[in-house]
């Protein structure tokens, strides 16, 4: 017997993903703090085991033009991206074909101060009608969701993170080009 998931009650009060036109491309960019370190973000966002917590099972090669391969739920999606920047604990990009769209995420990380952590997150080159970029705006806000149990060495359940996107989804509307 299945459990119903609360959705509501597993998000956040974090703001949207702003999104901007330039050119033949969009791009989404996420802000978000975190009470730990940039180190351990850092982790989070290199590491395969904290990965498989919040985002995808991986296989990482870190180094600039080392790959990422990601599989999502039990493999039913796969992707494999190329690093283009490593800058430990503060820049991670990786290039990753969306349809026929060379995209690309960064992630920027900076103290906030007060010993925690400032993450930056773009992915640009997206698509202007968004089309072949399907959940990019609701998925990357429903894997941050996941983040900060990873932070604490705790897992996401897939099914969280899908009905996470599914209630986030109205929230980011269609995009016209």
Known sequence: MSTAVSTPALLSDAALGEVTTAGD????????RYRQSVEKVWAAL???????????????????????????????HRAEMTITVCEPPRALAWRWTIGERDTLVRFDLASD?????????THSGLSLDGARDGGVRAGWHAHL??????????????????????????RYPALSA
């Open 145 to 170: 969701e996941a983040l900060p149990e990873a932070l604490e060495g705790r897992a996401t359940a897939w099914e969280t993170k899908t009905a996470r996107e599914q209630a986030l989804a109205g």
């Open 113 to 121: 101060g007060g010993g925690g952590c400032a993450l930056t997150l």
């Open 25 to 32: 491309s969009r791009q989404i960019v996420f802000h978000r």
């Open 46 to 76: 290199t590491t395969p085991e904290r990965l498989a917590d919040w985002f995808a099972d991986a296989q990482v090669d870190l180094r600039v033009g080392g790959t990422i391969r990601l599989n999502w739920n039990k493999g039913t």
